[in-house]
């Protein structure tokens, strides 16, 4: 009988009657059980019965095979991502799910739409109904994202007709749509207007309450963060620079999908927020799962009240926005 912890002998042979393996006899026999073990997938029990030998020492022979270098076994990372980066950033502001990319310079609007496309992929369920906003990496997701569930999609705000180029909200969400064999509602409307008058009006004519009324009933709403600074938000780099200083001076710091906040994650109301077509930051709250690309050191404190104030509760980023946040929480 063979007895657990001492040197195997040869297969098949007589283990009273037989002389232990020689050492470089035994590393070859660890290299043929590691190859049947990790390569062909053949279980320990096989493996004994095959060679004639106790599962013990099978057991012995893959931890052998490993410590004599036999066996290199390396955990990688998801091409393009940061896992410990992303561990670090969702322990840090309490997040359910956050992705990290490690994009190559210059792709780093593609690479967040690519992660971004395998999140909601992993995420959605068959009959969610799900809202976007728009911004630039929403749409690189868009335009690489493979297989979504069937859901219906919700245009989440108007569209900002000085500030897109190429396909804007409704184009978005229809795109969506049509991937996930899913119902589209769209906003046939800009996100700001002229005036608060021209804002209700619009927010009661039939097709807009429609989708208006769609916001209560939202399992997953997908947003961007914006800086509010020249290229740090399109809603910033629409509006007019008399606008643009009326909402420093009241304290904005960021906006989501056109909703202004400050540095308590308050929204900021006196400067368009009566104008605006789309979802409010107290409906957003209340929306079960939001998920948030943002990226770039810029959108640093901008994207940590947002995390504290319960704006989203999923994070896509970039590794520069992750190690800026994590310097200053």
Known sequence: MVRRG????????????????????????AAKVARAYFLDDQSKVHIANDLEISRFQVARLLTLARSAGLVRIEVV?????????????????????VVVVSPAPGNTVKAIGSALARLLESLLRPGNTVGLTWSQALLAMAEQVEHLQP??????SGHLARAVSGSGNVELVRRVAEISHGEAFVLYAPLVVPDARTAQSL????????VLHQYKRLDVAVVSVGAWRAGGSLVFDSLSPELQALATDSGVI??????????DGNIIPNVIDDRVIGIDLDQLRAV????????????ASQTIVAAREGLFTSLVADESLALAILNQV
Do not use: H, M, Y
């Open 151 to 156: 859901c219906t999609w919700i245009q989440l």
């Open 77 to 97: 990372d998801p091409a393009g991502l940061n896992v410990e980066l992303a561990e670090e950033l969702r322990a840090a502001l309490n997040l359910r799910n």
């Open 254 to 263: 960021g906006e989501i999908s056109g909703r202004l906040f400050g540095k």
């Open 203 to 210: 927010r009661l004519q039939p097709d807009i309450a429609a």
């Open 6 to 29: 001492r040197p195997p002998r040869a297969p098949g042979a007589d283990s009273e009657a037989s002389e232990p393996l020689s050492k470089e006899a035994e590393l070859a026999l």
């Open 288 to 299: 079960p799962e939001i998920v948030a690309t943002s990226f770039g050191t810029n959108r």
